[in-house]
């Protein structure tokens, strides 16, 4: 079974600059999430989605990013202007279903790291 | 609203040494707990999965605990070896309909064995 893939693995760009990554789940999972790794932090969740709807952007920065998951497969993460406070890892990942009652396992991508200069 | 905590940030030990990773949380009401391994420029690979029913789970040469009610969790690693460097890092998922599943997770712990 293939994992989660995401592209590109690294970007470096300079700040108020453009940039957008991409995240392909495993194939039948209906939740996908997106997470923001600051070096020497734990992971923090930006967005979740549950087949092409959001259920959770509460801590996504809106005025600079975006994401979208058009077709319930594939999702694009992107951030417009960048800013110096952005150098992260972005991980995906995803899970077969999420209900209120039954979380499933969360399997991770390799992550995107991205340097903004 | 949930805090994870791991202690300590660092640790190095010699090869064959067994050890414990410490992870509390401030919030009893999980739905469970997960341990993960992570690489330098690599992804989080799930180690341990505990339901919030649960004590225990292992496998191989390491040993999750979870005790709810005083909000703790260790990770034991027996016979360490230095292929076990990794940073580890600890979640939860908050219990209750009304969240997400969202993963909160601890800074982690960078572990090096030395040969």
């Known amino acids: 079974e293939a994992g989660v893939a995401q592209s590109p693995r690294y970007k470096i760009i300079e700040k108020r600059q453009s940039v957008a990554f991409w995240c392909n789940p495993i194939s039948g999972h209906a939740t996908l999430y997106w997470y923001q790794q600051i070096l020497g932090q734990g992971p923090k969740l930006l967005i979740q989605f549950q087949n092409n709807g959001v259920v959770d952007d509460s801590q996504l920065p809106k005025d600079r990013f975006s994401a979208e998951r058009l077709k319930g497969v594939d999702s694009t993460l992107k951030i417009q202007p960048a800013k110096l406070e952005d150098s992260a890892v972005y991980l995906c990942?995803?899970?077969?279903?999420?209900?209120?009652?039954?979380?499933?396992?969360?399997?991770f991508g390799p992550g995107t790291r991205l340097t903004v200069l | 609203k949930q805090e994870v905590t791991q202690i300590p940030a660092a640790l190095s030990v010699p090869e064959g040494e067994n050890l414990v990773l410490n992870c509390s949380f401030t919030?009893?009401?999980?739905?469970?707990l997960q341990w993960f391994r992570q690489d330098p420029g690599k992804g989080l690979t799930s180690l341990l999965l505990i339901q919030s029913s649960q004590r225990e789970q292992t496998s191989g040469r390491l040993n999750a605990s979870l005790d709810k009610s005083s909000g703790r969790s260790t990770l034991y690693i027996a016979a360490s070896q230095p292929g076990d460097s990794a940073t580890y890092l600890c979640a939860v998922i908050i219990g209750g309909s009304s969240n997400t599943g969202k993963l909160i997770f601890g800074q982690g712990t960078t572990l090096q064995v030395k040969p």
């Open positions: 919030d009893s009401a999980i739905y469970n």
């Open positions: 990942a995803s899970s077969i279903r999420t209900s209120g009652i039954s979380y499933n396992e969360q399997f």
